[in-house]
């Protein structure tokens, strides 16, 4: 019997070293667990702060495609004026051209008509509605001889252009 209860001892004190090796364990293990989750409370807070950034980062891509889209948007429009300048600009010089193709016209056809030169002269007298042509004065559908002539001869401007056409200038 004494070899049973050594044996039980022995057991006994086997199972209390196993016993007490395996709470040593489990409080390790336990130890581990809890840091664990400490470490993963800080990886959730670091989480929230990763969603904010994509969710920012989401926004400014968006802006930037916006904003790339307004300037190509504003590329097209330049170039569309471009292209409107310088149609414009080739119209304006083809008008031009006709421009100085139709006054040499009108000088050949004016030559080939052997038009006399007339030299018309048109004086606006300073008082409103007189008009004095060639010593001849309207008034405001009279006629009159202009012989009275200081006053007259004051306010009177002759005008005609480089052709002999003669304008009237207030």
Same mark, same amino acid.
């Given at each position: 019997?004494?070899?049973?209860?050594?044996?039980?001892?022995?057991?006994?004190?086997?199972?209390?070293?196993?016993? /007490?090796?395996?709470?040593?364990?489990?409080?390790?293990?336990?130890?581990?667990?809890?840091?664990?989750?400490?470490?993963?409370?800080?990886?959730?807070?670091?989480?929230?702060?990763?969603?904010?950034?994509?969710?920012?980062?989401?926004?400014?891509?968006?802006?930037? /495609?916006?904003?790339?889209?307004?300037?190509?948007?504003?590329?097209? /429009?330049?170039?569309?004026?471009?292209?409107?300048?310088?149609?414009?600009?080739?119209?304006?010089?083809?008008?031009?051209?006709?421009?100085?193709?139709?006054?040499?016209?009108?000088?050949?056809?004016?030559?080939?008509?052997?038009?006399?030169?007339?030299?018309?002269?048109?004086?606006?007298?300073?008082?409103?509605?007189?008009?004095?042509?060639?010593?001849?004065?309207?008034?405001?559908?009279?006629?009159?001889?202009?012989?009275?002539?200081?006053?007259?001869?004051?306010?009177?401007?002759?005008?005609?252009?480089?052709?002999?056409?003669?304008?009237?200038?207030?």
């Amino acid at each position: 019997m004494e070899e049973i209860s050594i044996k039980d001892k022995l057991c006994t004190q086997g199972l209390s070293s196993i016993l /007490a090796y395996y709470r040593e364990r489990v409080d390790t293990i336990q130890k581990e667990r809890d840091e664990w989750f400490e470490r993963l409370e800080s990886l959730r807070i670091s989480q929230e702060d990763y969603h904010k950034q994509e969710w920012e980062l989401k926004k400014r891509n968006e802006e930037i /495609a916006e904003l790339q889209k307004s300037l190509s948007d504003s590329h097209v /429009a330049l170039l569309e004026e471009r292209e409107l300048t310088l149609r414009l600009r080739r119209d304006n010089e083809e008008l031009q051209g006709r421009a100085v193709e139709d006054r040499r016209k009108i000088m050949e056809l004016l030559a080939l008509n052997g038009s006399v030169e007339q030299d018309i002269t048109y004086v606006k007298d300073c008082r409103p509605g007189i008009f004095v042509f060639r010593n001849t004065v309207f008034r405001q559908g009279t006629e009159a001889s202009a012989d009275d002539g200081s006053r007259k001869s004051e306010c009177r401007e002759e005008v005609s252009d480089e052709n002999g056409f003669g304008k009237e200038n207030d």
